[in-house]
């Protein structure tokens, strides 16, 4: 409280989040309801993250601005430490030479990596679902078809050699590896494969 109370509101907040904070306030006092989330300065801990809910109050013929704000510092840096978790995923998934995807529980495919991409010269929207399996060597679509169901069924890794057509309409032999995901309750959500 000794570090707040008395002080100006725009002090405590973060430099970035003034102009804005200060628009939210002439909008309350206009008497709309208003919602934002911003950063404060010079608390104990360094920065934290409020969310703040204001609403204007009528007092003695004059509107004043009640506001409600909630710490959600901790949230925030989970975002953010997911985001970074993504992108070393990104990273990780696009710098090898695997062919990476990923399926959801209904068996499609909704992520294929750059390199994978670049192998077939087709774009995402054209390999998801079952759309990769246009690629697939009429030869070995059946076995490459009934190996992931029934592992998919069994929720059990696989191992599968097929003839995938690359970008220059050559069929090119390739090994998938494939093995079932979860998430941290324990439940399925897909898999997740690699070819080389």
């Not at 989040?17 to 002439?26: E, G, P, S």
Request: net charge negative.
């Amino acid at each position: 409280a000794e570090q707040v109370v008395g002080r100006p509101v725009l002090e405590v907040i973060a430099p970035e989040y003034r102009t804005a904070y200060a628009k939210l306030h002439r909008r309350v006092i206009a008497g709309q309801a208003e919602q934002m989330k911003y950063e404060v300065l010079g608390l104990k801990g360094g920065r934290r993250w409020l969310e703040t809910h204001a609403v204007p109050l009528l007092d003695r013929d004059r509107v004043v601005h009640l506001a409600v704000n909630s710490d959600i510092t901790a949230h925030k840096q989970a975002e953010e430490l997911l985001r970074e978790s993504e992108q070393n995923y990104r990273t990780l998934a696009n710098s090898g030479r695997a062919l990476v995807w990923l399926s959801g529980p209904d068996t499609h495919c909704y992520y294929f990596n750059s390199v994978w991409l670049a192998f077939t010269g087709r774009t995402l929207e054209q390999e998801a679902g079952n759309g990769w399996t246009e690629g697939v060597h009429p030869d070995d679509f059946q076995l490459c078809l009934d190996t992931y169901l029934d592992a998919f069924e069994k929720r059990e890794a696989f191992s599968m050699v097929y003839r995938l057509r690359r970008y220059d309409g050559e069929y090119r032999w390739l090994i998938d590896d494939g093995c079932p995901r979860y998430d941290t309750r324990g439940e399925f959500i897909g898999y997740i494969g690699h070819c080389l």
